[in-house]
């Protein structure tokens, strides 16, 4: 598709006809074919049971791979199905084999759960914890990263491409270039950026990449993906539990890890879900990802630019800025905000300083408005809403 046709789109996403929705940052609105499949699935389930309505779909099931794998430019052997990014993570670090003593480098914006993770490793494996400064512009200073790696000799490397607040877009890329320089293993979490922009994990040279479907993707809760490079494949790494979906079971005391980043997978998943985010992934592709990138990135800049005509202030940091837009009043408050968005079914989210401790510590806030424009949105629902903003 060589441009967006908004009059569809918006008739296949019937949540975008009573309200203004600004919340895909969150869990985003779903096209219509996504909730017909699964509601179709879960029908089909109680009419035949769930091994005979599996059975049915397996054709199905094998395009999520094809789908996902179009979707940021790989091979469908390198893509896991998840139930979240979250889970995707945690499975990408349960197979790396840290040990006292270990160096994980991470940035002062990666995502609160990932953050949360690497406190377990530093309790629980005695892993050590180093992060990468940012610039004056608050991008990565690469120069710094390349240091902290000579010094520090890290077992991984990792990076939250789209934190949750905030509108930055990190320099993933760079990133992983002096990984590979230093082959170093780089793991990605793209929670808010798959479905959003172009992701491409040959530009990026990372060796996991996660995903969820619930944001930008536009799937359903409960679902997502994991990518895996062929070098980690190669090198049998895989996650602390298996089940017969990642290896099958070979001898009385032994087994054969599955060849393919299905190893990270485990058998039991709904199977709904699973053929929803299919469908989301689909649709995505569809529409074109550079398509969405572009028109996504004027949403944004036009409400950036009409909240900060209006006085309010704006917490976006960064030279590329994404579809995340964070801001609080000149008083640092947002009740008023908050006030004016609820009463005009505008939907949108609270980002609470626990959700980026460093983030907020540093800009001396508490809570922010965060609006994640989609590209079911139009210019005049963005406009609409920054007049209810003079204020």
Not at 82 to 98: P, R
Not at 235 to 258: I, S
């Amino acid at each position: 598709m060589d441009k967006i046709d908004f009059n569809t789109i918006r008739q296949e996403t019937s949540g975008c006809t009573d309200k203004i929705f600004l919340n895909s940052a969150g869990g985003s609105l779903m096209p219509k074919i996504v909730a017909e499949t699964m509601t179709d699935h879960i029908l089909l389930e109680q009419q035949h049971g769930a091994y005979e309505s599996a059975g049915r779909k397996s054709e199905q099931l094998n395009q999520f791979y094809v789908e996902a794998a179009k979707m940021i430019n790989t091979q469908p052997d390198n893509i896991a199905f998840t139930v979240s990014s979250t889970d995707a993570y945690a499975k990408a670090l349960s197979s790396i084999e840290f040990r006292d003593g270990d160096v994980i480098i991470t940035t002062n914006d990666d995502y609160v759960s990932n953050q949360m993770a690497f406190f377990s490793l530093q309790k629980k494996r005695g892993v050590k914890l180093k992060r990468v400064k940012n610039l004056s512009n608050h991008e990565l200073d690469l120069e710094d990263l390349e240091n902290l790696i000579k010094k520090y000799n890290p077992k991984l490397v990792a990076v939250t491409h789209i934190p949750t607040n905030s509108g930055l877009i990190q320099d993933v890329e760079g990133v992983g270039k002096i990984c590979r320089q230093y082959d170093v293993l780089y793991l990605v979490d793209a929670c808010q950026s798959v479905g959003q922009l172009v992701v491409d994990v040959e530009k990026i040279g990372c060796d996991f990449l996660t995903a969820t479907g619930r944001k930008f993707l536009r799937g359903p809760r409960g679902t997502g993906f994991l990518y895996v490079s062929d070098r980690v494949l190669a090198k049998n790494m895989a996650p602390v539990f298996l089940d017969m979906n990642g290896a099958q079971w070979t001898d009385f005391d032994d087994y054969t890890l599955l060849k393919t980043a299905k190893r990270f997978e485990l058998w039991e998943t709904s199977i709904s879900s699973f053929l929803g985010l299919t469908e989301a992934l689909r649709y995505a592709n569809g529409v074109g990802l550079q398509n969405i990138e572009n028109y996504n990135k004027k949403l944004a800049e036009t409400l950036r630019n009409g909240l900060l005509n209006n006085g309010l202030r704006v917490l976006d940091r960064g030279q590329n800025l994404s579809s995340i837009v964070t801001f609080v009043d000149q008083n640092g408050d947002i009740e008023n905000i908050y006030r004016i968005l609820k009463e005009n079914s505008i939907y949108f989210s609270v980002s609470n300083k626990s959700n980026a401790l460093i983030d907020f510590t540093m800009k001396g806030l508490d809570r922010a408005i965060r609006l994640s424009p989609h590209y079911f949105n139009t210019s005049e629902e963005i406009e609409k809403v920054v007049r209810m903003l003079e204020y």
